[in-house]
């Protein structure tokens, strides 16, 4: 089986995987089945909608179904050693060792028709040198494809710390609904903008409807300019208007490359 073949059935396996998880995860109102943790006298505690705390306990819901997913389509699964390190998860195949595929978990919030920021992944050190292994699972360069699986849910209003006995579990408003999930490969869905503005973070689209259908800036350019752009991101320099400045947009980039003919495939 070639290249190509496997990544497009890996991700085929992968997205209709991501549309039962849905159905998983949440109640028939559509809140998230999730209320609060409980403790040995059978209270729970109310979740607050923090981000980092909905996202750490998403991941924890989900993960048994992950590793079940990969057992039936092939794939053993490695964790990331370290929290620091990428990908969340690698996918090597049963068959094919040679053959991995990294996948992010990727949770946010919506806010009108946009989400919240999110970012894809450092574009420092692994992702320049590729055949190293400086926090990242395996070299950046052996795994065939990198893919995001992306949770889009709505906040609720809830009172925090809050405590219930167990008997009063279904009058709980759980801290999020309407939960969405859906899976893109990371250059697809990629901006040219940092996500964050102090770490080398990769940004991506902001817009729902982009991100479902991988539709961010480099989707029309493809992922050799993804790679080379963020390879080169704040480091190329080049002279406009007789002043020289870092190149930090793909417009500039295209220009210095020579390629002002590619400027029409830009995602706006």
Known sequence: MKKEEYKSNFKKALTAFSEKLRQYVSTENGEWSIKGFIDAYKNIYTISSDTKIISKILEIHILPQIIQFAEQVGYNIVLAEHQNYYPDLTFVNKQNESVKFAVDLKTTYRKQNAVANFTLGSHGSYFKERDKQKNIQFPYGQYWGHYCLGIIYTRNEVSENEV??????????SAIKNLDFFVAEKWKIASDKQGSGNTANIGCTLDLENL???????SNLGEDWFDEYWINYGSATMLKNDKTRKITNIRDFL?????IDLLEKIVK
């Open 255 to 259: 220009e210095f490359k020579g390629r």
């Open 164 to 173: 219930f006995n167990v008997r009063k579990l279904k009058s709980i408003t």
């Open 212 to 218: 479902k259908n991988e539709n961010g800036v480099f």
